[in-house]
């Protein structure tokens, strides 16, 4: 009994869902701009989603009872809400596309570790004594790279990057970096064969781009090479090596 008059009173009073709505509205804010936890802006996203269906029931709970003049009330705040919503949401990603991104500031490059630095055209395949080997080169901008791949007797398949960042082990880039890195190799001889990523349908070079970071903020990142052949089965680690990158600017 008590739990019905707890509901009646929550619902009849229909400012008690609005000032919830809008208070969760400003935590939800305040979390996204404030904190970079990921759990703590899912409890602010919780507390808005459960505050707009709160007040959802009650828009149907005053029409049950008859009760328009509030619904048409509660009905006009989730119509305001949702204008907020939409011009907020715009200025939130135009805020965070802008703002700097902080990820390398508190990164340190290790000095007990062997470093390799993307090259330009200084790089020749002719210093190297291992295979298969890999080098990173530099593209149009800072963050974005290309790579060539030298192996010898290997089977048809094909080969991409998974990215690390060397101190935390961070994954970079996980979304995008292995269908923007494949590479199509097939080499059964035992002379030694580069593969590059090759060009697009536009006859532009083809690069990938490493987001986490900023340009002029360096960090040490390990690239492997893995290969998946094309008749199926395991993938394998080829080679990996580490390079002193930068995050692509947005």
């Known amino acids: 009994m008590k739990i019905r008059q707890f509901i009646f ?5 229909w400012t008690r869902p609005i000032f919830f709505l809008f208070f969760s509205f400003i935590l939800y804010w305040l979390t996204l701009f404030l904190f970079e936890n990921t759990s703590v802006l899912l409890v602010g996203f919780s507390v808005l989603a459960i505050a707009l269906l709160t007040i959802i029931f009650s828009v149907f709970y005053q029409l049950v009872k008859r009760n328009y003049r509030n619904s048409f009330l509660s009905i006009c705040t989730i119509c305001l809400f949702g204008l907020l919503f939409y011009y ?3 200025y939130a990603f135009l805020y965070f596309q802008s703002s700097p991104d902080k990820y390398a500031d508190k ?7 062997k ?13 190297q004594i291992q295979f298969p080997d ?19 007797n290997i089977e048809k398949g094909y080969c991409y990057l998974k990215a690390f960042e060397v101190t935390h082990n961070d994954p970079l880039s996980v979304d995008r970096l292995k269908e923007r890195s494949k590479i199509e190799i097939y080499n059964p001889k035992d002379s030694i064969a580069m593969f590059s990523m090759g060009k697009t349908q536009y006859n532009v070079d083809r690069d990938f781009t490493i987001y986490e970071g900023d340009w002029d903020k360096p960090y040490a990142a390990r690239f492997e090479v893995w290969f998946v052949p094309a008749k199926g089965g395991q993938e394998r680690k ?3 090596k580490i390079f002193k990158i930068e995050g692509w600017m947005r």
């Open 238 to 240: 080829l080679v990996e």
């Open 134 to 152: 890999f080098q990173l080169d530099n593209s149009v901008q800072p963050g974005i790279y290309s790579y060539k791949i030298w192996t010898r």
């Open 9 to 13: 009173k929550l619902f009849t009073i």
């Open 88 to 90: 907020f949401s715009i």
């Open 107 to 113: 990164l340190t490059i290790p000095k007990n570790i």
């Open 115 to 127: 470093i390799y630095i993307p090259s330009d055209t200084t790089f020749s395949i002719k210093d």
